[in-house]
């Protein structure tokens, strides 16, 4: 078990509970497979040129998901290292979100990007 499988669980489990309505959301929750499947393995992804916009539109609906649906639960069960990992996947979700929107704006969404996870969050404290 990598340090990320709580990410990947949370993007899986998203992607899950998405109602794939039409093929934009189908293809955005495929994405969020792909990212998590990469992720698996270690701790960077790449996406195509094509599927940045995308992915990045997913990975807002997850932080918007988990903060609105999730985050408010692990908190009324005083749950603090679910906390740190809901909080941290928000954060990153918006993070990742943000430099792969201006990465398809300066390239013109014709330059695949490849990114890398920040630590996860330290559950010894």
Same mark, same amino acid.
């Given at each position: 078990?990598?340090?990320?499988? @709580? @990410? $990947?669980?949370? /993007? =899986?489990?998203?992607?899950a509970k998405t109602h794939r309505e039409n093929d934009d959301i189908d293809q955005m %929750? !495929?994405? +969020?497979?792909?990212?998590?499947? *990469?992720?698996?393995?270690?701790? $960077? @992804? *790449? /996406?195509?040129? !094509?599927?940045? =916009? /995308?992915?990045?539109?997913? +990975?807002?609906g997850v932080a918007g998901f988990l903060q609105q649906?999730? /985050?408010?639960?692990?908190?009324?069960?005083? !749950? %603090?290292n679910g906390e740190k990992q809901i909080r941290w996947t928000i954060d990153t979700s918006m993070s990742l979100m943000a430099k792969m929107m201006t990465h398809a704006e300066m390239t013109h969404d014709k330059e695949p990007l490849k990114l890398t996870l920040d630590a996860p969050p330290d559950l010894s404290v």
């Open positions: 078990m990598n340090a990320y499988s @709580f @990410f $990947t669980a949370q /993007l =899986r489990f998203v992607a %929750m !495929n994405v +969020l497979h792909s990212i998590a499947d *990469q992720i698996d393995e270690g701790e $960077t @992804f *790449q /996406l195509e040129a !094509n599927r940045i =916009r /995308l992915g990045a539109r997913a +990975l807002a649906h999730i /985050l408010p639960e692990v908190i009324s069960q005083k !749950n %603090m």
